[in-house]
């Protein structure tokens, strides 16, 4: 997935609709399951936990044949436990949020900050996915998942996650050409590696730099240009602009 970190600022930051936001102000490239993938792997994980709960239920039916009546009355409720709650909870905990349907469909359930989930959060959505997809024929899921903006259903909403698209392609913008005086010392031009956090700032400076308001540009860039300072030596020449130092 794309990471871009912003440190200098909210001015030049580039989001569209699908990043996501955390508190350390990274924006994340983390777009939502569509309904349709989800309707997909949801599917896949019904007929997979049908298909085991009849296979326990035989088993567990040939089991108690020969044991006494509590038995047998406790198994049935023993295999729903199993088979809706802590199969899907065990398995969603050990593949940090992918169930055998999400990791067919390309598919992966994350915490609404975009980090990976827990067994509280696995714990949760088995539960309520319980009643809302069997209970109730998946319609609460269906209707929950179609009215939010990030595909949620119920289950996602109690425990404050959400789905997100894997299998995603990268497409990263072409590099900002240098101007003519930068090639003219680059050869010169003893440069460490720069912080995460300035380099992606530059990025997106380069990135934006064309599309800012003349004075905004010229403030940012210069802030920037003073960031970048302490890793580049020799300086530049006298007179390069913050733009053409950044692209230096």
Do not use: W
């Not at 349709?36 to 239920?57: E, N």
Request: overall charge positive; charged content about 15%; glycine content about 8%.
């Amino acid at each position: 997935m794309l990471a871009t970190m912003s440190s200098s600022g909210p001015a030049f930051a580039s989001l569209t609709a699908d990043d996501h936001v955390t508190g350390e102000a990274v924006a994340l490239d983390l777009p939502p399951a569509s309904l349709g993938s989800r309707i997909a792997s949801g599917l896949i994980d019904i007929i997979v936990t049908v298909g085991l709960l009849i296979v326990i239920i035989l088993l567990f039916g040939i089991a108690v044949l020969q044991t006494d009546g509590a038995l047998a009355h406790v198994a049935p409720v023993g295999t729903m436990i199993t088979v809706f709650l802590v199969i899907p909870t065990t398995i969603e905990t050990l593949s940090r949020g992918r169930s055998l349907g999400k990791l067919a469909c390309g598919l992966r359930t994350v915490r609404d900050d975009a980090g990976p989930i827990s067994f509280q959060h696995a714990f949760v959505r088995s539960l309520i996915g319980f009643v809302e997809i069997y209970a109730f024929t998946g319609a609460p899921a269906f209707f929950s998942a179609l009215l939010s903006s990030k595909g949620k259903r119920l289950g996602d909403h109690a425990a404050g996650t959400y789905v997100v698209r894997e299998r995603v392609r990268l497409q990263l913008p072409p590099p900002a050409l240098l101007p003519r005086t930068s090639r003219r010392g680059r050869r010169n031009a003893d440069m460490a590696a720069l912080p995460t956090g300035p380099a992606l700032a530059v990025r997106q400076f380069l990135g934006r730099a064309a599309t800012l308001d003349p004075a905004v540009r010229h403030e940012l860039g210069s802030n920037l240009a003073a960031d970048v300072a302490a890793h580049v030596a020799p300086p530049p020449p006298p007179g390069t602009t913050p733009h053409d130092f950044r692209q230096r």
